[in-house]
């Protein structure tokens, strides 16, 4: 899903990155590059018979990401085996400041363990439905007790856990936790989730430690989409509305 990948480049731009490469399989890449702003670069790398990521392109990332000072990890990567196998193992393995979110964390639930290895930071970023296949708790039991969800998995498997809705709550692994106030309804649209992510990204790029970039990603995210909502309305906003906002509240 390229339009994920673009949305979350443009926002991690537009909340303070100085340079944004997006990773896709080598087929894909001249119909990103059309797709995508002109100020994102991409690095088309190995892919399977099926067009997705092999896992050979490990290798490739592997060469080239001491370059880079924080990565987004998951917004239209697949499900395809080789991606949810390259996926496991770059959270693993990736010694950089690691956001997971979306396709990332349906690979990352196979094995929530591998979550107690890296050196790293790692943010993830699941909403009621992901974070129910992370814990196997049923999304209502998770809606009743959000805060001590996201607080215990946070603690137990030593990452920032932000869990998305109403009212989203970061919480680290010592027991620190925000309940953020920003937002409203017209933000569960298409690719809002991806905006959030290229926000978190770029504030962990800039410095920011995990808790803090989390947290801040999570106000300002909402806060652009209170801009959104008043300037296009809840009904008809979009998430490239969202990204629009970014520079104002920033």
């Known amino acids: ?21 997006a990773a896709v399989p080598r087929r894909l890449n001249l119909t990103l590059q059309k797709k995508i702003a002109n100020v994102i670069m991409t690095m088309p790398l190995a892919q399977n018979r099926q067009g997705a990521f092999s896992f050979k392109a490990l290798d490739e990332l592997k060469r080239i990401w001491d370059r880079y000072d924080a990565v987004g ?15 496991r193992r770059f959270i693993l393995d990736c010694p950089k ?8 964390l349906f690979a990352l639930a196979k094995d929530t363990s591998i979550l107690l290895k ?12 992901e974070m129910s296949r992370l814990t196997g708790q049923s999304i209502d039991k998770i809606e009743n007790s959000r805060l001590k969800t996201a607080r215990d ?17 970061v919480a680290n692994p010592a027991g620190k936790t925000y309940v953020n106030k920003t937002g409203n309804a017209g933000m569960a649209t298409a690719g809002s989730g991806d905006v959030l992510t290229g926000m978190i990204t770029a504030f962990l790029g800039q410095g920011m430690e995990a808790f803090e970039a989390a947290k801040y990603g999570a106000y300002y995210h909402g806060k652009a989409g209170d801009l959104a909502a008043r300037k296009k309305g809840s009904v008809s906003m979009i998430a490239s509305d969202i990204i629009d906002q970014i520079p104002h509240v920033l």
């Open 1 to 21: 899903m390229l339009g994920a990948a673009a949305l979350s480049c443009l926002a991690a731009m537009r909340s303070g990155a100085g340079l944004v490469t």
């Open 97 to 104: 400041p690691l956001v997971v979110d979306a396709d990332a």
């Open 153 to 169: 998995f946070a603690k137990a498997h030593h990452c920032v856990l932000l869990l998305k809705g109403h009212r989203t709550i």
């Open 73 to 87: 990890l998951g917004p239209g990567l697949g499900r395809d085996a080789s991606v949810v196998q390259l996926a």
């Open 118 to 129: 890296p050196r790293q930071a790692r943010i993830l970023t699941p909403h009621p439905g």
